[in-house]
């Protein structure tokens, strides 16, 4: 069974300081993964994804997310932070595959406070 | 605003009682997913639907049933509501039934079991 730990319930950091939010994953095969946004009252929005290739994907409003297969990890990163990237960031995981529907897993969630 | 409609917006409503949540996919958009997103469960898959037929069954209880209409627009029931079921339930929808694409999430409905 697929799965994606977010290790990490919240993550502080100061304005200007460079972020990470840590993304685990377990699944067979070259999994596709995502990054999600939350902001409070709003659905989840499309941050990145990894699907092959290069292992360092850029997304939107300047985040990017390492993709490490032998640590199975996919950890967002951003070099400045914002105040307004203070939300609740979404991990997901899908096994590659044809034929069939391949189910989405998404983490728990890891909220995001920037500090002014 | 990012083209899934989800209504209402908010619902309270009383243990026992029925109650349907209303999503519009984004235009071009074929498949639906349902999710639960509560503080302890986190984001949780409840069905997909794929141009009208249902596609993939997740955690969704007996009590809850969904369906997608000939125009694309789905619909979750809920009933015999039990206060567990207060949580906020979103929409998604994406164009294909799989692949890497990603989902465009609705605002989602807040739903409230007194």
Excluded: M
Aim: hydrophobic content about 35%; some cysteine; proline content about 5%.
């Amino acid at each position: 069974a697929q799965s994606v730990a977010q290790p990490e319930d919240q993550v502080n950091v100061a304005e200007g300081n460079p972020l990470t939010v840590k993304c685990t994953y377990s699944v067979s095969g070259n999994p596709y993964l995502f990054w999600y946004v939350q902001y409070p009252n709003r659905g989840l929005q499309f941050l990145l994804k990894y699907i092959t290739g290069d292992n360092l994907v850029k997304g939107s409003y300047g985040f990017e997310a390492e993709f490490n297969k032998s640590q199975t990890s996919f950890h967002l990163k951003k070099p400045s932070a914002l105040v307004s990237d203070s939300a609740l960031y979404f991990c997901a995981v899908r096994p590659p595959g044809s034929g069939g529907y391949q189910k989405v897993t998404f983490g728990i969630g890891t909220k995001l406070q920037v500090i002014p | 605003d990012s083209g899934v409609t989800q209504t209402p917006k908010h619902l309270i409503t009383a243990t026992g009682q029925r109650v349907t949540l209303r999503c519009s996919p984004r235009s071009g958009d074929l498949s639906v997913y349902w999710y639960q997103q509560s503080l302890d469960q986190g984001l949780q898959f409840l069905i997909q639907y794929y141009n009208g037929e249902e596609r993939a069954k997740g955690n969704i209880l007996e009590r809850f049933s969904a369906q997608q209409f000939p125009d694309l627009h789905s619909e979750l029931n809920l009933s015999s509501l039990e206060l567990g079921d207060s949580a906020l339930y979103f929409c998604a929808s994406s164009v294909a039934l799989q692949g890497a694409q990603s989902y465009t999430f609705g605002s989602g409905t807040r739903l409230t079991v007194v």
